[in-house]
């Protein structure tokens, strides 16, 4: 007789949940991940900016030339201020979805372990009962004293 898991329905919309929020949870990843990346290139930006800058005041320039210099650096200054806070509202949405990715994992897992001790329940039936089949069989043709 073939096992049947009559949670098997659970089981599967669990294990589609879980894959679900463990998706939501990369995807949060991956968008910090893209954040840090766009500040580490504004501050290397903004690290040869002030070189440049350093370099022109050892210059004779024009005084627009400059100013223009500074804005591209308040400018690299403000973006990365903007990218600092979308990336404190990042982690806190990726501490809130890992908590739901946990009780989703949990939750399958639970249910996981369910299946395998049904399953591991049967196997051992089913052994048992080979076993008795066999030990009929050879007690039936055993000659008898």
Known sequence: MAFRFPLA??????EIVEKREERALQKV????SRILRQI??????????HGDRETALQQTIPA????TMMWEIQA??????ILLHHLRVLEEQRDKQMKVYQVAHRDREMITDIFEQQSDAHKQEQVRTQQKTLDDIFIARRPRS
């Open 9 to 14: 329905a659970v089981l599967r919309v669990r």
């Open 29 to 32: 990843q991956l968008e910090m």
């Open 76 to 81: 690299a200054e403000e973006k990365k201020k």
């Open 40 to 49: 580490e290139e504004l501050n290397a930006l903004m690290v040869n900016a």
């Open 64 to 67: 627009g030339h400059l100013h």
